[in-house]
């Protein structure tokens, strides 16, 4: 038997024991059918863009929220993988509107999602730091829901969205939910089958399930953050792929897109899928060597900040609606609560993409390299290592063109034509002088943005050890 033979075996025996726990846990919940058509007809009803602009008027409407950390747009189906990684959210996608051409604010957690959910980029935030916190100040999603009426709840498995962080504001429970599977019975990490995952993102459907069962009759706005993309979970079921670092990527896409086709069919049974907004996204994500190094939260090239974004509907469009307008992550909440009717996010630098969606329902496509304003990503590439000062390096869009921008080394300042080459590979530093004068510019300006709503005050904490040693085993190099 070879290495790799012998190491498939006692996952095989894992994933039966899995297999078994799961099916188990299903029949006595009662949520989920085991035999289920792959063609069973779509309960929804068939609806129009007239319907998604009257949105607004539903009193009955709940927000699912779904972030599946470190997923990157392009190795979705849907956004063009030639593989089969995403069957259910291709699915999604195909009855609901997609967004094309999606930028993140960073590619590490924690400076993403605090510009995810407030609308501020990074510079504004100023959540850029290992020991920075969300303000206490900072309006919040849920907080709005919350005052809305709708019961709040946010379930998640990294540790850089914890409640010290500032990212329970509004949550009525918020919770890392215990693993529901014995010691010897965890998925394990396929490039590194020494570690056995503490849980995965099946826990997450687990409390999911009980919390809509406590609150179906009444109106919700509950978060799931997925993590098992993040640590490469390895269930033998999905893994099609192969084995390399990239391979096992895809396989670990293949295993969250199954569990979200059981998250998806569970409010179904629930009798909730005709009147659910579900919102999906990403906060970044991963590289394999596009531009040196793997993994993320080191620099913000596309592979690391381009991530999808999906709407879905308590109805079917028929077609779906894509739209090409280049979005941001800090336009999300402006567009969803702009599509609900709720309060906006105050001074927020992200906004409503809903004229967009109009447009494209309409097939006014905005021409190739023509889009409304600039987009921002930023990362601090000193983030970990507090005893050295900020080294921020900054992304720029603006049509065409994408800067990159190190604010300690402006020498090392690159320019990429997006339409010409996406993947960010040919400097044209040299060749358009006039462009990368002008978006240098725009970064200096935006590392000048002006404080947040909540005014100058950037609280931090000191990280315990504990807590710590939790982000270390995510794979981050905190010091
Ligand atoms: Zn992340």
Same mark, same amino acid.
């Given at each position: 038997?070879?290495?790799?033979?012998?190491?498939?075996?006692?996952?095989?025996?894992?994933?039966?024991?899995?297999?078994?726990?799961?099916?188990?846990?299903?029949?006595? +919940?009662?949520?989920?059918?085991?035999?289920?058509?792959?063609?069973?007809?779509?309960?929804?009803?068939?609806? +129009?863009?007239?319907?998604?602009?009257?949105?607004?008027?539903?009193?009955?409407?709940?927000? !699912?929220?779904? !972030? =599946?950390?470190?997923?990157? $747009?392009?190795?979705?189906?849907?956004?063009?993988?030639?593989?089969?990684?995403?069957? #259910?959210?291709?699915?999604?996608?195909?009855?609901?509107?997609?967004?094309?051409?999606?930028? &993140?604010?960073?590619?590490?957690?924690?400076?993403?999602?605090?510009? !995810?959910? +407030?609308?501020?980029?990074?510079?504004?935030?100023?959540?850029?730091?290992?020991?920075?916190?969300?303000?206490?100040?900072?309006?919040? /999603?849920?907080?709005?829901?919350?005052?809305?009426?709708?019961?709040?709840?946010?379930?998640?498995?990294?540790?850089?969205?914890?409640?010290?962080?500032?990212? &329970?504001?509004?949550?009525?429970?918020?919770?890392?939910?215990?693993?529901?599977?014995?010691?010897?019975?965890?998925?394990?990490?396929?490039? #590194?089958?020494?570690?056995?995952?503490?849980?995965?993102?099946?826990?997450? !459907?687990?409390?999911?399930?009980?919390?809509?069962? $406590?609150?179906?009759?009444?109106?919700?706005?509950?978060?799931?953050?997925?993590?098992?993309?993040?640590?490469?979970?390895?269930?033998?079921?999905?893994?099609?792929?192969?084995?390399?670092?990239?391979?096992?990527?895809?396989?670990?896409?293949?295993?969250?897109?199954?569990?979200?086709?059981?998250?998806?069919?569970?409010?179904?049974?629930?009798?909730?899928?005709?009147?659910?907004?579900?919102?999906?996204?990403?906060?970044?994500?991963?590289?394999?060597?596009?531009?040196?190094?793997?993994?993320?939260?080191?620099?913000?090239?596309?592979?690391?900040?381009?991530?999808?974004?999906?709407?879905?509907?308590?109805?079917?469009?028929?077609?779906?609606?894509?739209?090409?307008?280049?979005?941001?992550?800090?336009?999300?909440?402006?567009? =969803?609560?702009?599509?609900?009717?709720?309060?906006?996010? /105050?001074?927020?630098?992200?906004?409503?993409?809903?004229?967009?969606?109009?447009?494209?329902?309409?097939?006014? +496509?905005?021409?190739?390299?023509?889009?409304?304003?600039?987009?921002?990503?930023?990362?601090?590439?000193?983030?970990?290592?507090?005893?050295?000062?900020?080294?921020?390096? =900054?992304?720029?869009?603006?049509?065409?063109?994408?800067?990159?921008?190190?604010?300690?080394?402006?020498?090392?300042?690159?320019?990429?034509?997006?339409?010409?080459?996406?993947?960010?590979?040919?400097?044209?530093?040299?060749?358009?002088?006039?462009?990368?004068?002008?978006?240098?510019?725009? $970064? =200096?300006?935006?590392?000048?943005?002006?404080?947040?709503?909540?005014?100058?005050?950037?609280?931090?904490?000191?990280?315990?050890?504990?807590?710590?040693?939790?982000?270390?085993?995510?794979?981050?190099?905190?010091?």
């Amino acid at each position: 038997m070879n290495k790799s033979e012998e190491r498939d075996r006692p996952r095989r025996r894992l994933f039966a024991r899995l297999a078994a726990l799961v099916a188990l846990a299903l029949i006595a +919940t009662g949520l989920i059918r085991l035999a289920i058509d792959a063609d069973e007809r779509d309960p929804r009803p068939r609806g +129009t863009l007239e319907d998604v602009l009257a949105l607004r008027e539903r009193s009955d409407l709940n927000v !699912l929220f779904v !972030l =599946v950390d470190t997923l990157r $747009a392009e190795r979705l189906g849907v956004y063009g993988y030639e593989r089969d990684t995403s069957p #259910n959210l291709d699915a999604l996608a195909a009855s609901g509107v997609r967004f094309a051409n999606q930028v &993140s604010q960073s590619s590490w957690t924690k400076c993403s999602m605090a510009s !995810l959910w +407030t609308g501020l980029y990074p510079a504004r935030t100023r959540v850029t730091r290992s020991p920075d916190v969300v303000s206490p100040e900072a309006r919040m /999603p849920a907080e709005i829901f919350r005052e809305a009426g709708f019961r709040t709840a946010g379930i998640w498995r990294n540790g850089w969205i914890d409640p010290n962080f500032g990212f &329970s504001q509004g949550f009525e429970v918020y919770l890392s939910p215990r693993s529901q599977r014995r010691r010897d019975n965890r998925l394990q990490r396929i490039d #590194n089958p020494n570690i056995t995952l503490d849980g995965d993102d099946g826990d997450i !459907l687990f409390s999911a399930f009980e919390f809509l069962r $406590a609150h179906r009759y009444e109106r919700w706005f509950l978060y799931l953050h997925m993590m098992d993309v993040h640590q490469y979970a390895y269930s033998e079921e999905t893994a099609l792929f192969g084995n390399s670092y990239s391979d096992s990527y895809d396989n670990s896409i293949r295993w969250v897109d199954s569990v979200l086709g059981h998250l998806f069919r569970g409010l179904e049974e629930f009798g909730l899928r005709e009147n659910t907004l579900i919102v999906f996204s990403s906060d970044h994500g991963e590289a394999f060597g596009e531009h040196g190094g793997e993994g993320h939260a080191r620099n913000v090239y596309g592979e690391v900040t381009e991530t999808p974004w999906i709407l879905s509907f308590p109805f079917q469009l028929d077609p779906g609606i894509v739209v090409e307008a280049r979005s941001e992550n800090v336009d999300l909440w402006p567009t =969803v609560l702009d599509m609900l009717g709720l309060p906006a996010l /105050p001074d927020a630098d992200g906004r409503s993409m809903l004229p967009e969606i109009v447009a494209a329902a309409r097939g006014e +496509t905005p021409a190739e390299g023509e889009d409304a304003g600039l987009a921002f990503a930023q990362i601090d590439q000193t983030w970990g290592r507090t005893r050295e000062g900020p080294r921020p390096m =900054v992304a720029v869009n603006e049509g065409r063109w994408r800067l990159m921008f190190r604010a300690g080394s402006p020498e090392r300042t690159e320019l990429y034509d997006k339409l010409e080459d996406p993947r960010e590979q040919h400097n044209l530093v040299q060749q358009e002088p006039e462009v990368t004068e002008r978006l240098k510019e725009r $970064a =200096v300006g935006y590392l000048k943005s002006p404080p947040p709503p909540w005014g100058e005050d950037t609280p931090s904490i000191e990280i315990d050890e504990l807590q710590m040693n939790q982000l270390r085993a995510l794979g981050y190099g905190v010091q």
